[in-house]
Nanobody
Framework: QVQLVESGGGLVQAGGSLRLSCAAS????????MAWFRQSPGKEREFVAR????????RYADSVKGRFTISRDNAENTVSLQMSSLKPEDTAVYYC????????????????WGQGTQVTVSS
């Protein structure tokens, strides 16, 4: 079992930055894929970024590429999402997710989810 707890959400003006953190506990191993998704009202949950717990090249949605950076800290058991140049369309509840083994961008393929943290970007 894996438990995930997100933090760091809030209200920020367009063009600003925010850093989200996901504290992972339980049986996290190097083969886990860690990811961030987001969901806005009336929309489906969408992929934002992912990284293997063991490291390697991260992957990003085209909409956030160049603005967001995902990273993990194995010593602290955390996965972070640094968000810069934020836009109003980035407003959503952001979720941390985990799955054992390589995963892509489909939310249904992830086994573990945090409770989500709200990010609101004002124009």
């Amino acid at each position: 079992q894996v438990q995930l707890v997100e933090s760091g959400g809030g209200l920020v003006q367009a063009g600003g930055s925010l850093r989200l953190s996901c504290a992972a506990s339980g049986r996290i191993v190097s083969s886990h894929t860690m990811a961030w998704f987001r969901q806005s009202p009336g929309k489906e949950r969408e992929f934002v970024a992912r990284i293997m717990w063991s490291g390697g090249s991260p992957r990003y949605a085209d909409s956030v590429k160049g603005r967001f950076t995902i990273s993990r800290d194995n010593a602290e058991n955390t996965v972070s999402l640094q968000m810069s140049s934020l836009k109003p369309e980035d407003t959503a509840v952001y979720y941390c997710a985990a799955a054992y083994g390589p995963r892509g961008s489909y939310s249904w393929s992830y086994d573990y989810w945090g409770q989500g943290t709200q990010v609101t970007v004002s124009s």
